[in-house]
């Protein structure tokens, strides 16, 4: 993980930084800017997300294939490289490059959404807790340890079956897709896994509220009249956001495998409907050559959540600034 | 202008000058307690203080006297797990009935807090501007304009220059002394009546120290602001406050009009004290008195005097028995069965003044409203309420180093 920061960038932060004093070089280089793994992996993350929105569009003019249907012509499970399928298909035919495509899509929606959740519930929860200290952070932090108690997978698990609608076969049509009235399976997934990851961002959030509300500046502002929330909000909460946005890139990695944990188990993203969990878990029986259709959505997944994890660690890192440089 | 004023009124002690009408604010029998796992912590007990508008009262201790914690228990900043006991009236009003509203809105607007660290006093993610013009959105009815008007105003008036571009900074582009000047231009952005200034020089400079003492009196003359400034430095408060109270284990030991004290201090915590500022006039390597031993255990507080362990004139009378604090008759008040009597005349005072270091000459600046310039101000007369009783020296101490 060696990162030479590029020169330039050193020198403009250098006087930002400068009462830093010596620190180590790799950490001070990781602090200055991205380096180039980070480019490399924020161009990923880019590409991913620039992929997923113009999924409609690339499909619309004949880009990428139609994800869903079988193509009789190329034979289950075709390998890299077959023509019209550059990424070969799975074992019901369907374009891999397609149904990655969209399935980057439904993976970002559930996991960015599910980390949306989990932030605003969590993050709320766990600045009032670190703020206010007291009985509000005893009762709230109890609730916290009782939710993580809980195994998250097994948690989740009962979430979606709890909010899942009454299943299709009680109506007597056959093309139901989704229950008047109910949520969408995606809606569903992103409400699980956003409570499921509520108590552990709240915790972080609790924790950094906790200090930052003890600083002497917000006994400064409550000296001068103003109210808690206000405190809370001005105050503390902008000098926690810089954590928060840390971890929200890490957690979107987690909730990314989280649905595709949820997919082997068969409650994720539902099929036909493309997501990267289930792409690996559909194929996940084929066990023989040639593997890419369960292998080119592992690696899409692991680079996607390494990119979030490096990111998330070089945001914490460049906003790790020591308190005599405030 | 005001200064004229304040040296009239600097030689009358402040108890006999109160006459009938009621002071600003009036302590009487403030007891503060932290209720803490081993037991409860008395901080304060039993404080009385009576302040005028316009004087300075200056509270001295060391650390863990519970100087700072009275200076908190008067506006009422301490924890929930504090308990406050007597009564605090700040013009006729009972501040410990107070309800969170009614104190919102005496914060900021009619009593401040200067924090000693400028470093820590300051959002380090908001701009001056808007941490200066919080308060007075909170308590003024100001547009958006008039809001920024009174901000720059505010800067200008601590000698801040350029205060239209400091308003788009953040804390960490300024310097300490700055920020410090930023922390008392928030103090004063709603122009209270009482402002604490607790330990306000600590983290600073030496250079720096005399700079913001002399604004916070010139900013005190101007607005006719009574000041209670909390320090560990005898040196300090000699010449800015009109009385002085020594605090020790959460209690005033002795109380009096500053010249009063210097001239003759009864306590012998107030003795060692003085003792253990460095002095210049004394050779080059010369042992520093250190006051030997810790402050009191608040906790298991001793049974006597709380100073008696320390004290080199301790009798077994003094383990024995706490003396109360008495007045001799003077308005001098001192808790000590057997109080010193150092008559030590003049040259007490001289010394902590010349030796202080909070008087930079070079950095005086005139008691008026000019303050923005106060870096080319020129050593002017210093009108700061020194005691009449001790000038003459002192003034001829500056007046070499000048020439």
Request: glycine share 8%; with cysteine; aromatic share 4%.
């Amino acid at each position: 993980m060696p990162v030479d920061a590029p020169p330039a960038a050193v020198e403009a932060q250098a006087a930002v930084g400068a009462t830093g004093g010596p620190a180590d070089p790799e950490g001070s280089s990781a602090k200055r800017g991205l380096g180039a793994v980070g480019w490399v992996a924020a161009s990923w993350l880019i590409f991913v997300i620039l992929v997923a929105f113009l999924a409609p569009v690339l499909e619309s003019t004949e880009i990428i294939k139609d994800p869903v249907s079988a193509d009789a012509e190329a034979g289950p499970g075709a390998p890299l490289f077959t023509e019209g399928h550059i990424l070969g298909t799975d074992k019901s035919r369907r374009d891999v490059l397609s149904r990655l495509v969209w399935g980057a899509r439904s993976s970002l929606i559930v996991g960015v959404g599910a980390v949306a959740v989990g932030m605003l519930v969590g993050g709320a929860l766990g600045l009032i807790s670190g703020f206010r200290r007291g009985r509000a952070d005893t009762a709230l932090s109890s609730l916290f340890d009782i939710l993580l108690a809980f195994p998250q997978l097994v948690l989740a698990l009962s979430l979606v079956a709890f909010l899942k609608p009454p299943p299709p076969e009680v109506a007597t049509d056959g093309d139901v897709v989704e229950a008047a009235g109910g949520l969408t399976a995606i809606q569903i997934l992103i409400i699980a896994i956003g409570i499921v990851a509520i108590p552990l961002l709240a915790r972080i959030t609790r924790a950094t509220s906790l200090t930052w509300s003890q600083r002497e500046f917000v006994l400064a502002g409550r000296a001068q009249g103003a109210r808690g929330l206000r405190l809370m909000i001005r105050e503390v909460l902008p000098n926690v956001l810089p954590a928060m946005f840390s971890v929200a890139l890490l957690s979107i990695g987690i909730a990314i495998i989280a649905e595709g944990g949820l997919s082997v188990l068969g409650v994720g993203v539902e099929p036909p409907q493309a997501s990267w969990g289930n792409m690996i878990a559909e194929n996940r029986s084929v066990n023989r050559d040639p593997l890419n259709a369960l292998f080119v959505p592992m690696v899409v997944v692991f680079f996607t959540v390494m990119a979030l994890n490096y990111l998330g660690d070089a945001v914490r890192e460049r906003f790790d600034v020591r308190e005599s440089s405030l | 202008m005001s200064a004229p004023s304040l040296a009239k009124t600097a030689d009358r002690p402040l108890r006999t000058h109160d006459g009938d009408d009621e002071p600003l604010l009036v302590v009487d029998n403030l007891s503060t307690t932290f209720a803490s796992d081993q037991g409860p912590i008395r901080a304060v007990e039993d404080v009385t203080l009576r302040l005028q508008r316009g004087r300075t009262l200056g509270i001295v201790g060391e650390s863990g006297s519970g100087k700072s914690v009275l200076s908190r228990s008067i506006m009422g900043l301490v924890p929930a797990y504090a308990t406050r006991t007597g009564s605090i009236r700040y013009e006729g009003t009972e501040l410990l009935d107070a309800g969170p509203r009614e104190l919102r809105k005496i914060w900021g607007a009619q009593m401040a807090m200067v924090f000693q660290d400028p470093m820590t006093a300051l959002n380090p993610v908001q701009k001056i501007g808007a941490q200066i013009t919080e308060s007075i959105r909170e308590h003024l009815d100001y547009s958006k304009t008039q809001r920024r008007d009174t901000a720059i105003a505010l800067l200008r008036s601590v000698g801040i220059p350029e205060p239209e571009r400091r308003l788009k900074q953040y804390p960490h582009e300024l310097s300490g002394g700055m920020r410090q000047r930023v922390v008392i231009a928030i103090a004063l952005a709603c122009g209270p009546h009482l402002l604490f200034a607790d330990e306000p020089t600590t983290a600073l400079d030496v250079t720096v120290q005399a700079q913001i003492l002399d604004l916070i009196e010139a900013q005190q003359a101007e607005r006719n602001m009574a000041v209670i400034l909390v320090t560990h430095d005898l040196g300090v408060v000699a010449t800015r406050a009109d009385e002085i109270a020594v605090m020790y284990g959460g209690r005033i030991v002795e109380q009096a009009p500053t010249q009063v004290l210097f001239r003759q201090m009864r306590h012998p915590y107030t003795e060692a004290l003085l003792r253990s500022i460095p002095r210049l006039d004394l050779p080059s390597h010369t042992r520093l008195e250190a006051i030997s031993g810790r402050p009191p255990d608040l906790l298991h507080p001793p049974q006597g005097c709380r100073f008696a362990a320390r004290c080199p004139y301790a009798q077994p009378k003094c383990h024995a028995e706490e003396p109360e604090l008495v007045d001799d008759g003077t308005g001098h008040l001192f808790r000590c069965w057997y109080p010193v009597g150092i008559a030590s005349e003049q040259t007490t005072i001289d010394s902590v003044v010349t030796n202080a270091h909070v008087r930079q000459v070079g950095d005086e600046i005139a008691t008026d409203d000019v303050v923005a310039d106060d870096a080319a101000t020129a050593p002017g007369p210093a009108v700061d309420g020194r005691p009449p009783a001790a000038p003459a020296s002192a003034d001829a101490t500056l007046a070499e180093e000048d020439s």
